[in-house]
């Protein structure tokens, strides 16, 4: 069992930064794909970023990509994502998930995921 703590949300004006934190525990976190996904009000839940297991590859959902950024620190068994440029309709649960000795994956099919993060941002 992997179990994944999500931190760092929060209200932000638009053209705001946070920084999200994803906190692992239960296993070696090394060997697990990392993910971010989010799910607004009403609204399906979608594919964020990904990363690799050395955290050396990563991949972006179109709407994100340049804004928001996926990493990771093994040795503290951690995933961040990094977001700027805010925008209202980024307003959403954030979600990290980790896949077993996977490379990076932007479907759904993933083994553990998060409780999730409010990020709420204003206009």
Known sequence: QVQLVESGGGLV???GSLR????????TFS????????????KEREFV??????????NY????KGRFFISRDNAND?????MNSLKP???????????WW????SGMNYDYWGQGTQVTVSS
């Not at 970023?49 to 990563?58: F, L, P, Y």
């Not at 959902?61 to 994100?64: K, R, T």
Request: with cysteine; proline share 4%.
């Open 13 to 15: 004006q638009a053209g």
């Open 20 to 27: 999200l934190s994803c906190a692992a525990s239960g296993r």
């Open 31 to 42: 060997n697990y794909a990392g993910g971010w996904f989010r799910q607004a009000p009403g």
């Open 49 to 58: 970023a990904t990363i690799s297991r050395s955290g050396g590859t990563t």
């Open 61 to 64: 959902a179109d709407s994100v």
């Open 78 to 82: 951690t995933v961040y994502l990094q």
């Open 89 to 99: 309709e980024d307003t959403a649960i954030y979600y990290c998930a980790a896949r």
């Open 102 to 105: 996977s490379t990076p994956y």
